[in-house]
């Protein structure tokens, strides 16, 4: 909770702050790297960085937390601080490395708004910021003892056991302890973060969905390859696509996430496009493998079948649910498939029992869309769940 005398000079000052955080948050970024080059080269997305996904990221969290501090004082915004520890997490963040971000930031914060930065105004964001970051190192640490892990060291060798070509975009890659132990329990809809050293000896990181069966001894991920001329290629996605073969070994994150399947017998409502379909997979595959009679509405949407990785997989397991329905869209192609539809998926003429949960992965414009739709009729917000691939820039629109 956010102090009294802090609450009226965050009230006044957020609309500025939020004005600039955009400079903010690139002069703090050139402060950090400048001071610790090897966090560019071996933590964040360089990627990320060069098309400045990032730093709208951090601009987002940062204005969407002091905003619900103001907005809902006696609450703590936890789904939006899960999703983000669960990815630091991921990454072997460690508690000691906020001190290096509150340094830089509040550098930038000087940097950027000059003489408006009085003592009351540095010691109200600085109480905003360690509210965040110490909410974030309690989150992170109790992932980390979940996982059986100390702080930043999920990291375990893993074999690539098989390599499957789903579409000329999308492999899947098997993976095997190197040690011969089991992989390990998930829930279905986590994610594994994958490290692979590039030839410019950067070891660079990304995420990547468990899209197996959760019960199994081996893990499976499906790496889209990122070359679609909109942005750099994906650097790990090239070198996985280019170069990882079965018997290779792989720095492998252990299981996080909080797009998870809740347990019940609620209805449910899974909804995807592109790549996003893997957490549904890893869902579907745990529903068939349990035998549940839940009501399930599977939704994708795809460019043509021929993009759609695991399609076959897809029907396969739709098919083992008692009450499962599938509903597919194509963009181009749909004559090819059985009972697809031609164009962008459209939620509204489906029939949704009511108490149905979502569970939402695909790009942030299907997202929005299929969002908006599922609030305009009726599900309330805290029962549509959703999963972003890079970095979260819809955090200030939760």
Avoid at 42 to 70: H, P, T, V
Avoid at 250 to 261: H, Q
Wanted: glycine letters at 10%.
């Amino acid at each position: 909770m956010l102090s009294e005398q802090s609450t009226p000079v965050i009230r006044d000052t957020l609309p500025v702050v939020g004005a600039a955080i955009g400079e903010i948050t690139e002069r703090f970024y050139e402060k950090l790297f400048d001071a610790h080059p090897e966090l560019l080269r071996d933590l964040f997305n360089r990627g990320n960085q060069a098309n400045g996904e990032q730093q709208k990221a951090l601009a987002g969290s940062i204005a969407a937390f002091a905003g619900m501090l103001l907005e809902h004082p006696e609450t703590r915004p936890d789904a939006m601080l899960a999703r983000i520890a669960n990815k630091h997490a991921s990454l072997g963040i460690a508690s000691d490395q906020y001190k290096i971000v509150h340094e830089h930031l509040f550098a930038a914060i000087v940097e950027v708004l000059g003489d408006a930065v009085t003592p009351e105004v540095a010691g109200a964001w600085d109480e905003v910021y360690w509210l965040m970051a110490n909410a974030l190192i309690a989150l992170e640490a109790g992932l980390y003892r979940q996982a059986g892990a100390p702080e930043g060291g999920t990291w375990q060798q893993m074999v690539i056991a098989g390599r499957q070509q789903e579409t000329p975009d999308v492999a899947s890659f098997t993976l095997r302890r190197a040690d011969g132990r089991p992989a390990g329990a998930f829930r279905p809809g986590q994610y594994v973060s994958v490290q692979v050293e590039l030839p410019d000896g950067a070891r660079q990181i990304r995420q990547y969905s468990l899209s197996s069966e959760p019960g199994r001894d081996e893990w499976r991920i499906t790496v889209k390859r990122v070359h679609d001329g909109t942005r750099p290629d994906g650097e790990v996605s090239t070198w996985l696509h280019e170069n990882a073969r079965v018997g290779d070994r792989l720095s492998v994150s252990a299981p996080f996430g909080d797009l998870t399947l809740a347990a019940g017998e609620g209805p449910l409502l899974l909804a995807s496009a592109g790549i996003g379909s893997t957490p549904m997979l890893a869902m579907l595959n745990d529903l068939a493998a349990t035998g549940s009679t839940r009501p399930v509405t599977v939704v994708h949407a795809d460019r043509s079948p021929a993009d759609h990785a695991h399609r076959a997989e897809l029907r396969q397991l739709v098919g083992k649910l008692p009450n499962a329905t599938l509903h597919l869209w194509y963009e181009r192609d749909a004559e090819q498939e059985p009972q697809a539809a031609t164009g962008q998926a459209d939620l509204d003429a489906l029939e949704l029992p009511e108490n149905t949960t979502a569970y939402l992965c695909g790009p942030l414009p299907f997202m929005r869309a299929v969002r908006g739709g599922l609030l305009r009729r009726g599900l309330p917000a805290q029962d549509v769940h959703y999963e972003v691939f890079g970095p979260d820039l819809w955090l200030g629109q939760q």
